[in-house]
């Protein structure tokens, strides 16, 4: 199965291209363009130095969040407008799941978590495999919720393995409340690899779906949504 996977949730712009679990190409951009400047010519090199046809393809994937609001709209438009385009599948990919996805430690609690902003993280808790072994729900929860709820299902002595974009803004914070008992992925290790969604994909291909059905994953209504809600109870008070 030939696999083209595409991430844009979060501050990296990633695309992979697997082939029966192997991994063919992987990129990411950390720059000051956005993902909707990168995506297309990152596909197009991808896919060209993988030394296939778009036709070739399989399956679709896009990471579908949680995420950034825009950054999901992208990745999950774009692999929408493949698929219709060209008469493909396509499937979602979980972006707590896919980090998780880049840690094999068997000793470690997998603790992705992303800057949700207004104060929150979206995160999860997971052991280590292929895919990931879940052990909580993707939820958006301020920082010591989440923690909380980590702590509960961690074993007395084991330690909790912290990666993805939030931990640039709250390491201080986790390293306040939990000290010796939290580790952190090295900067290499620590975002989202596109080649983990691309094989999250396989992993997941039975719940393949048409460019119909591929849809963002959102954990809250968009700011602007919850501003107005805001305004219109206030209104009403």
Request: glycine share 10%; aromatic share 6%; net charge neutral.
């Amino acid at each position: 199965m030939k696999i083209l996977a595409l991430d844009t949730s979060g501050p990296v712009c990633g695309v992979a291209v697997t082939a029966e679990g192997r991994v063919l190409y992987e990129g990411a951009a950390v720059n000051k363009l956005t993902h909707s400047v990168n995506l297309m010519p990152m596909v197009q090199e991808a896919l060209t130095r993988a030394g296939l046809a778009v036709g070739e393809l399989d399956l679709l994937a896009a990471v579908v969040g949680p995420g950034s609001f825009t950054g999901v709209r992208i990745g999950v438009s774009t692999v929408k407008g493949l698929a219709h385009g060209l008469g493909k599948p396509c499937v979602g990919v979980d972006a707590l799941e896919a980090l998780a996805a880049g840690v094999s430690d068997p000793n470690a609690l997998i603790c992705p978590i992303q800057d949700a902003r207004a104060g929150q993280v979206y995160g999860a808790v997971f052991k280590a495999g292929m895919p990931p072994l879940r052990q909580t729900p993707d939820e958006a929860l301020k920082l010591d919720e989440f923690l909380t709820r980590a702590l509960i299902v961690a074993e007395p002595t084991q330690s909790l393995y912290f990666l993805g974009d939030g931990v640039e803004k709250y390491r201080a914070s986790i390293v306040e409340r939990l000290g010796a008992g939290a580790t952190f992925a090295p900067a290499h290790l620590a975002y989202l690899r596109p080649a983990a969604v691309a094989l999250l994909a396989q992993a997941h291909a039975g719940e393949q779906t048409d460019y119909l059905g591929l849809m963002p994953k959102y954990l809250r209504a968009p700011q602007a949504e919850r501003a107005r809600a805001a305004k219109l109870k206030a209104e009403k008070a």
